[in-house]
Nanobody, 122 residues
Framework: QLQLVESGGDLVQPGGSLRLSCEVSELEHYAIGWFRRAPGKEREGVASFSSRGGSTFYSHSVRGRFTISRDNAKKTVYLQMNDMKPEDTAKYYC?????????????????WGQGTQVTVSS
């Protein structure tokens, strides 16, 4: 059973930055995606990369502000979030898809972490 543990959520002011981490028990052969769910809204895929690591994908709402990256040695995936906005407030989850292409569709993913809360407010 693959395990994912998110960390790094916090309260940040608009325009600020935050980096989330997702420690994965095994990173090879998995596509990893970051998703978020705000109160009263559906879960949204924000960033992902394919299992081969060669392709990254971003939602329109975060493209140019968020960056997904990985450290294979540490088995950790990061989500760097810059120029944050109040609408980025949500609980953020990382997920893994076996041999995945890096979809932003949550239905593709097999394993999920417990999430970390991000709040953007002055």
């Amino acid at each position: 059973q693959l395990q994912l543990v998110e960390s790094g959520g916090d309260l940040v002011q608009p325009g600020g930055s935050l980096r989330l981490s997702c420690e994965v028990s095994e990173l090879e052969h998995y596509a990893i995606g970051w998703f978020r769910r705000a109160p009263g809204k559906e879960r949204e895929g924000v960033a992902s990369f394919s299992s081969r690591g060669g392709s990254t994908f971003y939602s329109h709402s975060v493209r140019g502000r968020f960056t997904i990256s990985r450290d294979n040695a540490k088995k950790t995936v990061y989500l760097q979030m810059n120029d944050m906005k109040p609408e980025d407030t949500a609980k953020y989850y990382c997920a893994a898809e076996t041999y995945g292409m890096g979809s932003l569709s949550s239905s593709k993913y097999d394993y999920w972490g417990q999430g970390t809360q991000v709040t953007v407010s002055s």
